[in-house]
């Protein structure tokens, strides 16, 4: 791999990125990454890290007011939102250099630059062309805005994390991830919270009972969720932003947030014109190796637009490394992907919704319980978890968990093992449950609905 300056240069030092470099120079690559951001990409700077972080503080109000049923004497507390933002940067600036470290332990380099593809083994970087034998695109996502008369009034969930204040009055369009996710966000820390959505149950594409489920979760934590309801316009008023609807309705908010989904970070990398194909939303079309159009051009994570998820991208980053430098061809398993909204309260999900299981199988059964969890027979707050089991009747193969209720992601994450496995829903009968908790509420589900 003599004749190349670099057998293998990445562009963008986010989750796959990363992973890519360091697995690659494991394997023995001479690698370069460049960024022109901060390492550590969306999921560390403006995504996973620090969303998980302000819901993390948000969730305090409502503790704070169950509290009171346990026997604790209520009392007035204020919340600081710069003090929680400086606490949420230095924590980020900490895993900036964590990245940095990683990546130098790693003999990775790191071009602190914008790079561009100007030949099928050459980036041009920071006035310099360098060669590789392999160059892979690691770019990620941005924020998708409607393009509405009045759109650059709204921000989007990059500059929600750096807000100088807290709004008194919080609009946020969407129903997607990030629009549940920060409403949570605001309501919790109490500010007026209206969720926008044009379809008429949040989360589109999860199980139907999850969405409905959260809806009135929505509802009943305070958000004032307006369904149907697609923005045509926003106009700067005296007292604040507003948001005109499509069907004539209009409400006002101190702040417009859009979460209406995120595009692939595809332009202005020279990709046409060395022949990359992207596809009609400017995503990397890339095989199952992570393979795009050029032999020597791979993609992976968001900008390939195919599961947006930091685990994805990482597990997709390695699969390259090791295909082109570990020996061993790696195609990344895009089966049984689990994934968790950190809404509150969250939402966690593996394999088939009721839905999409009905649609590929003969007989499926579905077991399902829906309660009140045992902290909040003291608390007194109106909420309640659902869980979901989607069966095949004929192999019993279990095809699809889903829950609403506090640490779903927690509990998911080990019933996606269970469907890695194969597990059946027999296997879930002989599983002893760990009492009292939740999650034992998953292998107690006896008769189906
Ligand atoms: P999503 O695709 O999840 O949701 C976008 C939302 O915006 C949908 O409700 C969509 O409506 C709505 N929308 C899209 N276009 C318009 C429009 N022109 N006008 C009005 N509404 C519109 O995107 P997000 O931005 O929430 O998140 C992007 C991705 O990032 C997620 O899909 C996920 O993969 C990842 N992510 C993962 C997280 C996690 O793992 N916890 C957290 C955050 C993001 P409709 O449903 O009708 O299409």
Redesign the pocket.
Known sequence: MGDFDYDLFVIGAGSGGVRASRVAASHGARVAVAEEGRLGGTCVNV??VP?KLLVYASSYAQAFEDSAGFGWREGSREHRWPQLIAAKDREITRLNAVYRRMLDASGVEVVEARARVVGPNTVSVGGREISARYILLATG?R??V?A?PGADLAIT?NEAFYLDELPRRMAI?????????FAGIFNGLGVETQLV???DL????FDLDIRATLSDELRKAGIIVHYNS??AALEQREAGIGLLLRDGGELEADRIMM????VPNSADLGLEQVGVKLNERGAVVVDAYSQSSVASIYAVG?VTDR????PVAIAEGKAVADTLFGGAESAPDHDNVP????SQPNVATVGLTESEARARFAHVDVYRASFRPMRHTLSGRDTRSLMKLVVDRETERVLGCHMVGEDA?EIIQGLAVALKCGATKSQFDATIGIHPTAAEEFVTMRTPV
């Open positions: 995504g996973c969303k996502g924020p998708f409607p509405i969930s369009v969407g129903g997607g991830y990030i629009a549940v996710e959505y044009r379809g949040v989360l589109r594409g697609a923005p979460a209406t989904g995120r968001d599961i947006a998820l930091t994934s968790a909204v950190f992601g």
